[in-house]
């Protein structure tokens, strides 16, 4: 099992230390590409990047009188610097550094969730093949249907978490944008050329087009990223929290020693690693709807969108990364019951067998309604009654007339449902 999981890495990327380092590194590349264009004296440029810094402290004091975090942070680092601060927040305005400074957080948050996602994918992989030919009955509707295999429901878990890398990495890139157009976006007292250079050295693209900030489409097709990965792992969890129950019991999520389930219940395992799953994944859809309602903005930019974002984003990074590490923990540490799936399976008597028994009847030449009938009268007898669905099939006189004792007993096969599974793995690559 892996090691109890710590938010440090992730937090790291959205406190003010991370934050304001950012945005001095924008600072400063953008001197050097004014420094390129003979704008800004190279001696200076030299001078202020030996003696930039900020105190996070001090800019918080600044700011209460300001009200102004960019204003605080640029007045902060020119304390620092010296007459060479005349040079400092050239040409750009606030949301050209906040933007930038976005973008880079949102690359550094993705390149932790696509690590966490190919760790997750790695141990259903593990799982998968483990128990690709554990027979179990599939559900439909929450009613026993036909038989599969426990390791098929995991290759599908396995398949939809590549999927979601694919996703993550596409949203990744596209918020991996920085924009240095200055106040209405046109350029006007900075050059694209800075903006290339400053974007280049940070690690990111610049934005193609945009206005005094990066469009919120772009952050919101992000977060919606986040909420389909959190939906992904609800589905997960939802499952294992089925299979846990005491009148199933085919799987349970990891109970370590010393653990209690319930402080009145000495007895009780409960799923509450899944169901903090299943409760955490409302928060990444109800931020991805806050994300959406942020497309929408006055004209060139209005303020209605930052005090969301600074919530929703790194609350959603944070909820994801936590989500996909008790994931992992929940995939390795999972207890699996094969000897609960057998008898899963045989509970229904037989009745899972309906659809061979139906197709069989056709092959003789009975039309499908009158076949379907015929089965379900003997299904629903068993429903009610102690006897097999094959016994009660066997004594059926209409059935009886088509179906031999020797025909059943090939039909009530358990191999026949599964001699594709092989073909499944391989088209997976699994």
């Excluded at 305005?93 to 880079?104: H, M």
């Excluded at 429901?153 to 398949?159: G, I, M, P, S």
């Excluded at 653990?259 to 690693?273: E, L, T, W």
């Excluded at 994931?327 to 207890?335: L, R, S, T």
Aim: charged letters at 30%; one cysteine or more; aromatic letters at 8%.
């Amino acid at each position: 099992m892996i090691e109890r999981y710590s938010l440090s890495e992730m937090s790291k990327i959205w406190q003010d230390e991370f934050k304001f380092k950012s945005m001095l590194d924008i600072e400063i590349f953008a001197l050097e590409a004014l420094a390129k264009k003979k704008q800004v004296p190279q001696d200076a440029v030299r001078r202020i990047r030996r003696k930039a810094r900020f105190n996070i402290r001090e800019i918080k004091k600044i700011e209460e009188k300001t009200q102004h975090d960019v204003v605080a942070f640029i007045n902060n680092v020119a304390q620092y610097v010296g007459s060479d601060a005349k040079y400092l927040h050239m040409g750009l305005t606030s949301s050209d550094i906040l933007d930038t400074t976005l973008g880079i957080q949102l690359k550094e948050a993705s390149n932790i969730l696509i690590r966490d996602l190919t760790d997750l994918l790695t141990s259903l992989y593990k799982k998968a093949k483990k128990y690709k030919d554990m027979a179990c009955i599939g559900r439909t509707h929450g009613v026993h249907a036909e038989p599969v295999t426990f390791g098929l429901k995991l290759a599908l878990w396995h398949e939809e978490t590549r999927r979601n890398i694919k996703r993550m990495k596409d949203a990744a890139l596209a918020v991996s944008v920085g924009k240095i157009s200055g106040a209405v976006g046109t350029y006007s007292n900075i050059d694209p050329q800075v903006e290339a250079y400053i974007c280049k050295k940070a690690g990111l693209k610049p934005a193609p087009i945009s206005t005094q900030v990066v469009q919120r489409d772009v952050y919101a097709q992000y977060m919606a990223t986040l909420a389909i990965v959190g939906a992904s792992l609800e589905k997960f969890a939802l499952e294992i929290r089925h299979l846990q129950r005491t009148e199933v019991l085919e799987a349970e999520e990891p109970f370590v020693k010393g653990q209690k389930g319930s402080s009145a219940m000495p007895h009780k395992r409960n799923p509450v690693i899944c169901e903090r799953i299943c409760g955490l994944s409302r928060i990444l859809r109800g931020n991805a709807l806050a994300s959406l309602e942020n497309i929408a903005l006055w004209h060139e930019r209005d303020i209605s969108h930052s005090s969301v974002e600074r919530v929703i984003i790194p609350d959603s990074t944070l909820v994801l990364d936590y989500m996909l590490h008790k994931m992992i923990e929940v995939m390795e540490g999972m207890a699996v019951y094969p000897e609960n799936m057998l008898a899963n399976l045989v509970k229904t008597k037989g009745l899972i067998f309906s659809q061979r028994v139906l197709l069989a009847l056709m092959d003789k030449g009975l039309g499908r309604s009158e076949a379907y009938d015929l089965v379900q009268r003997c299904a629903m007898k068993t429903w009610r009654g102690p006897a097999e669905f094959q016994d009660n099939l066997s004594q059926d006189k209409d059935v009886s007339k088509y179906l031999s004792r020797k025909e059943l007993d090939k039909i009530f096969d358990l191999d026949y449902y599964l001699r594709n599974v092989n073909k499944i793995f391989q088209r997976l690559g699994l």
